[in-house]
């Protein structure tokens, strides 16, 4: 089994050096026909691993019947598994694209770092995640009552975030920064790109390095989110890992398509609140009565699927209902 993690381990080290490396080696300011090429490229080879999940379970490949035969996983279920994971795991990491579209706004990051920040934001992510979905599948293994506590855990997430969808956040004045400006010290000038530098004689961290310190405080913050919530779906840590590795790959240029529309799915965050409450009650009642795999990614899908259609719709209505009665008229001066 461990020629399994070393393997796609590599792959998502080759894919990241490639990313940075070759293809991204400048700073720039992606524009939207790069990151619509990049989130199909990313899109694609996440859904195609789905293929390579179903020949290694089917194949037995690197010892993957281990798991399988202590999850009772065969290759179909472990193919529809990892794609509700990945489904699941990318429609969260929208509510992270806003906020981190407002980190990049409350610190003035120019566009031509962000990649930078994103892709080092992305390299922290995957090592926290990998830890918290080892040491969480860890603790569901051996405490199954661990299943009731995110279970509860993610209902009240959800709820809050219904509650508190209008809300703004202002991450430069968070205690997390705070803490960050108190404990590490901070460069006093400009930097451009560099992430730290030498100031008097010893490294501080820049103002861009400060604001990769927000993003993966951010990201700690939606992991405690993610990682209950996928595990909801199935235990098996390969499933879970490799489905959260290929929904993260892809944050970066799936950021820099809705960066400008951010505004315009307000209904979103109601569509993710109910996907949060739904794999919380599944938990909660798992010991009850489980939900089979399909139906959960078609409950997920079709609330994510409503909560785009409305924004897009109620967006339109509203551009009709302006320019039926008109536009205001400015000032006269």
Do not use: C
């Amino acid at each position: 089994m461990v020629w399994l993690w070393l393997g796609f381990t590599a792959l998502v080290v080759l894919l990241l050096v490639l990313d940075l490396g070759v293809f991204h080696r400048h700073a720039h300011e992606v524009t939207l026909r790069e990151a619509s090429m990049w989130t199909i490229i990313w899109i694609s080879l996440g859904l195609a691993f789905t293929g390579v999940v179903y020949l290694i379970y089917q194949g037995r490949w690197f010892g993957a019947h281990i798991a399988g035969a202590t999850s009772g996983t065969s290759a179909g279920q472990a193919a529809l598994l990892y794609v509700t994971g990945y489904v699941l795991e990318k429609s969260l990491s929208v509510d992270n694209i806003f906020v981190i579209s407002i980190i990049f706004r409350s610190f003035k990051v120019e566009p031509r770092f962000r990649h930078r920040v994103l892709f080092w934001g992305i390299i922290g992510a995957i090592l926290l995640r990998a830890a918290m979905i080892l040491g969480g599948a860890w603790l569901v293994h051996r405490f199954s009552w661990v299943f009731y506590i995110f279970g509860a855990y993610l209902a009240y997430t959800g709820i809050k975030l219904f509650r508190d969808k209008d809300s703004e956040v202002d991450p430069e004045h968070s205690h997390f920064i705070k803490m960050a400006r108190r404990f590490l010290p901070i460069a006093r000038e400009d930097h451009g790109a560099r992430l730290t530098a030498m100031e008097a004689g010893k490294t501080v961290l820049t103002r861009l390095g400060l604001v990769l310190v927000a993003v993966e405080g951010t990201d700690v913050i939606f992991a405690l989110d993610s990682i209950p919530a996928i595990l909801a779906i199935t235990t098996d840590s390969f499933l879970v890992f490799t489905s959260n590795i290929f929904a993260i790959l892809g944050l970066r240029s799936l950021y820099f398509i809705l960066e400008g529309m951010i505004g315009r799915f307000r209904h979103l965050q109601v569509a993710l609140a109910f996907v949060l409450v739904f794999i919380g009650i599944k938990m909660l009642l798992h010991s009850v009565y489980v939900l089979p795999n399909l139906l959960s990614l078609g409950i997920i899908l079709a609330a994510v699927t409503i909560g785009v259609l409305a924004s897009l719709l109620g967006d339109r209505a509203e551009e009709k209902a302006a320019s039926k009665n008109g536009a205001p008229n400015s000032d006269p001066t």
